[in-house]
């Protein structure tokens, strides 16, 4: 279920960042300063994860990806008021173009709201908070910290998750490459991001999520 799959993935994640950390010697980078936010951020990500997951079931992937773009309309609206980032027009428009243009190119059909439809939306919803307390922890703490968190986290949240039932099911060699897969792809994406915001304002990295 798509808990299992957080679970294995943020394993993956958890050996890479210990790995590196160790390889590269920032294991005194990570410290305990901004333990509230870490944890409200990865809540955040864990929810809009495990409802993006779901939402894949259940509606065509054309419609989830163009409600998971709506993710940097949030964030441009919400950074003003959380961030104190200035929205500018360039900024503005870049974002609703961007929107736009997903729209052209999936065409979603958005006649019938449902369950699924739902999820996708709200999903973006969570995305955007983390993507904002993801910048706010980067004016203070380190990528490894920020990574060593997240991994750790939805670890947790995945494992208590998915053992609810007392039951967890193992990855067999089949699915177990594409669960490291998932990982590392997943574990890059947020270096990728997390450098990103630590350089530049979220209003302006946001709608480069677009080319996806």
């Given at each position: ?6 679970l ?12 590196a950390?160790?390889?590269?010697g920032?294991?005194h ?14 809540i ?15 509606i ?6 163009a409600?998971?773009?709506t ?22 428009i870049?974002?609703?173009m ?7 190119v ?6 019938g709201?449902?369950?699924g ?21 980067t ?5 490894t ?31 177990l ?35 996806r």
């Open positions: 279920d798509t808990f299992e799959i957080m294995f993935r943020s394993f993956v994640g958890v050996v890479i960042v210990i790995a950390a160790s390889v590269f920032t294991w980078q990570v410290n305990r300063q901004q333990f509230s936010l870490h944890f409200a951020r990865n955040m990500h864990f929810i809009g994860q495990n409802l993006w997951f779901y939402a894949v079931t259940v065509p992937l054309a419609q989830v990806f409600l998971e773009f993710s940097p309309i949030w964030v441009i609206l919400l950074s003003p008021f959380l961030l104190g980032e200035r929205i500018t027009l360039i900024r503005a870049a974002a609703l961007g929107f736009i243009g997903v729209l052209i999936t065409r979603p059909d958005m006649a709201i449902n369950t439809v739902m999820m996708a939306a709200s999903s973006a919803i969570f995305f955007a908070f983390t993507i904002i307390f993801t910048k706010r922890l004016r203070t703490q380190s990528i910290c920020i990574l060593f968190y997240l991994t750790v986290l939805q670890l947790i949240f995945g494992f208590l998750s998915a053992g609810y039932d007392g039951d967890i099911a193992l990855p067999d060699a089949e699915t490459p594409w669960l490291i897969l998932i990982g590392v792809a997943g574990l890059l994406a947020h270096f990728c991001i997390t450098n990103a915001l630590a350089i530049a304002p979220a209003t302006v990295v946001v709608p480069i999520d677009f080319v």
